[in-house]
Nanobody, 124 residues
Framework: VQVVESGGGLVQAGGSLRLSCTAS????????VGWFRQAPRTGREFVAR????????YYADFVKGRFTISRDNAENTVNLQMNSLKPEDTATYYC??????????????????WGQGTQVTVSS
């Protein structure tokens, strides 16, 4: 399975971006999907997760109310809508696919396949 992110870019503080994640080799609907991010000189941190059906979502506290994760299984896509962006949201954002949930949605080790990342830069 190859996971691919798109939609990153440069935006001013207060603006919005939508990241998309798709997969080849196997339909993305077979997986729960998470988004993580990594800023320079920091570790990768959990951002959001959506279940296979889309019925359950989880968010890191620092994005609640600003980011929304959704999926369109017919289009084989998971989206991360990011609103009210802040300079501290600047990071490389990664999409990851999870085939068998073991209860640790916020851990990188939960996820089986990772994309290469897409850069999000928020200017002040």
């Amino acid at each position: 399975v190859q996971v691919v992110e798109s939609g990153g870019g440069l935006v001013q503080a207060g603006g919005s971006l939508r990241l998309s994640c798709t997969a080849s080799g196997r339909t993305l609907s077979s997986y729960a999907v998470g988004w993580f991010r990594q800023a320079p000189r920091t570790g990768r941190e959990f951002v959001a997760r959506i279940s296979r059906s889309g019925g359950r979502t989880y968010y890191a506290d620092f994005v609640k109310g600003r980011f929304t994760i959704s999926r369109d299984n017919a289009e084989n896509t998971v989206n991360l809508q990011m609103n009210s962006l802040k300079p501290e949201d600047t990071a490389t954002y990664y999409c990851a696919a999870d085939l068998f949930y073991s209860g640790t949605y916020g851990s990188e080790r939960e996820y089986d396949y990772w994309g290469q990342g897409t850069q999000v830069t928020v200017s002040s």
